[in-house]
């Protein structure tokens, strides 16, 4: 995952503040290609992508005043997806009302929920990935292992205990270790 897509809790901060040029900028820079790439995936014109896009670069600072960030409720991105898949499907709708609507279009909305959900996972498995390479490069092979034996390939304490030479309280102690950076990196890739 590149920098330029986390959101610091600073820039969050600061974009309560319409009038914050700067912070404003750095979001349009950051999430203004993801917003459009969104409404490309959801099958929409490059054109209505661009239109879309440029509305709610225009309305997310007035939304952003009653935004009020929770870790527990959900992600900065999470919030922002919500957002973009509301105003797609606003735009999806005044188009059919003008009788403009894309099967394509209208397909997409009808398919929304199941792209939501492929797009969810995918960034929670892409932002678990970068976590466990940058946990795996901060501990010894032991402690990685016992994780990697535990966690990932459920095998017992017991047999991983044995297969690493080491006491099985150990593997339970290093495993914990592991995940509770897991977590702590987790939430410095979502922006928190």
Same mark, same amino acid.
């Given at each position: 995952m590149s920098d330029d897509l986390r959101t610091s809790a600073t820039l969050l901060r600061r974009l309560r503040d319409p009038a914050d040029r700067d912070a404003w900028a750095a979001f349009a820079e950051n999430y203004g290609k993801r917003i459009y790439? *969104?409404?490309l995936r959801w099958n929409l014109q490059e054109a209505d992508a661009e239109d879309v896009t440029q509305g709610l670069l225009v309305q997310i600072p007035t939304k952003?005043?009653?935004?009020?960030?929770?870790p527990k409720v959900g992600s900065f991105r999470g919030w922002l997806k919500t957002v973009v898949r509301?105003?797609?499907?606003?735009?999806?709708?005044? +188009?059919?009302?003008?009788?403009?609507?894309?099967?394509?279009? +209208?397909?997409?909305?009808?398919?929304?929920?199941? !792209?939501?959900?492929? !797009?969810?996972?995918?960034f929670e498995r892409e932002v678990l990935e970068e976590a466990m390479a940058r946990v795996e490069l901060r501990v010894n092979k032991v402690t *990685?292992?016992?994780?990697?034996?535990?966690?990932?390939?459920q095998i017992s304490g017991k047999d991983a205990a044995a297969q690493l030479?080491?006491?099985?309280?150990?593997?339970?102690?290093?495993?914990?270790?592991?995940?509770?950076? +897991?977590?702590?990196?987790i939430r410095k890739l979502e922006g928190e």
């Amino acid at each position: 995952m590149s920098d330029d897509l986390r959101t610091s809790a600073t820039l969050l901060r600061r974009l309560r503040d319409p009038a914050d040029r700067d912070a404003w900028a750095a979001f349009a820079e950051n999430y203004g290609k993801r917003i459009y790439s *969104w409404c490309l995936r959801w099958n929409l014109q490059e054109a209505d992508a661009e239109d879309v896009t440029q509305g709610l670069l225009v309305q997310i600072p007035t939304k952003m005043r009653s935004f009020a960030y929770d870790p527990k409720v959900g992600s900065f991105r999470g919030w922002l997806k919500t957002v973009v898949r509301h105003a797609l499907t606003d735009f999806v709708r005044a +188009l059919g009302r003008r009788g403009k609507t894309s099967y394509a279009a +209208l397909e997409s909305v009808e398919a929304e929920t199941d !792209l939501m959900k492929e !797009l969810d996972e995918r960034f929670e498995r892409e932002v678990l990935e970068e976590a466990m390479a940058r946990v795996e490069l901060r501990v010894n092979k032991v402690t *990685w292992d016992a994780f990697r034996l535990t966690a990932i390939e459920q095998i017992s304490g017991k047999d991983a205990a044995a297969q690493l030479n080491i006491p099985v309280a150990h593997v339970y102690v290093y495993k914990q270790r592991v995940q509770d950076m +897991l977590k702590e990196e987790i939430r410095k890739l979502e922006g928190e």
